[in-house]
């Protein structure tokens, strides 16, 4: 089926560490109010001199260490974010440039917000099945500086995102399952910020709630149907790590134990882009995710976006 295996996986946290009990020290909130309302306990934030490049460097290079892959192998470089450090150049090519990988790889960034990753394993797929890369492997990666966007004065935004990177290499695999499934919902007011008249993350919290409990079970249910699998044929289930309510209501509307679901927010928070690859790089190297199962991938959030997709352990 042409799908994509996973060969290495790496993650890159900042420095700084910041607790719910932190926030209550200058918000009026609690760490019962986020931990409940949101599974959320801690997030790592960048400290000087920390940048989406830097963690992205990081994750990349333990990725192809775990993969056991020298940069030569790399013929292409797509890394999913909504926070580069600057326009230009592209944190692929800056990737590119911090592991020295060869002149003939492609690089480029994707912006599906917290879709990113898996909208950059499908555009790698495609990518790699079309023939004209120059290496076998892809470097995927979802990397965010979430920190600068955010209003440390508002309460309802702040507590929720944290910073992150991570990585995985994949090739395509004959004998791999595949199925993706895309959609978006063009709207400029439910999650948006980073420009210049809002440069602050904001939100219809209940809103976007409300839009990944709709989607999220419907992609997931398209993905099977797709790839002629049921749930019970999926290893792990891997969901954008936003909010533990939204996981275990996409559970219940599927009809799954919520344990089935990979949780990890309450170490990082909202991580946007970086979410799914850093719960995979913890599966890995936990061994909970073992070689030759199946995962599903869903992402969503700001566009409003989302998407599944199929991966080969
Ligand atoms: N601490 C304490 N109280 C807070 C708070 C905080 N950090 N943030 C908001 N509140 C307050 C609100 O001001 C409101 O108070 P009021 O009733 O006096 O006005 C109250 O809590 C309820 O706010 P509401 O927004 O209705 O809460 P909620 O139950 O919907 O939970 C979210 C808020 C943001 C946790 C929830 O809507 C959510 O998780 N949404 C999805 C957001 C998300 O994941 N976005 C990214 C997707 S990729």
Redesign the pocket.
Known sequence: MNGLQLLGTGRCLPGRRVTNDD?ART????DE??AG??GIRQRYFCAEGETAASLAVEAARRALEDAGLGPEKVGLCIVATFTADRNTPSLACQVHQALGLPETAFCLDVNA??TGFVAALETARCLLLGGQMAGPCALVLGAEKISGLLDFSD???C??FGDGAAAAVVRLDPQAPWAAVFGARGDSRM?HGGGKEDPYLA?D??G??RF?VETVPVCIRAVLDKAGLTLDQVDQLVC?Q??S??IHSIAKKLGQDPARFYENMQRYG?T?AASIPLALDEMRRSGQLQAGQTVLCAG???GLTWGGVLLRA
Do not use: K, P, Q, Y
């Open positions: 926030f918000l009026d909130t609690s109010w986020i309302r949101t917000a917290c309460r309802s935004t507590v929720l999650l939100m919290g209940r976007v709630f990944a954008h936003a909010n309510r939204i909202n946007s969503f959030g700001a």
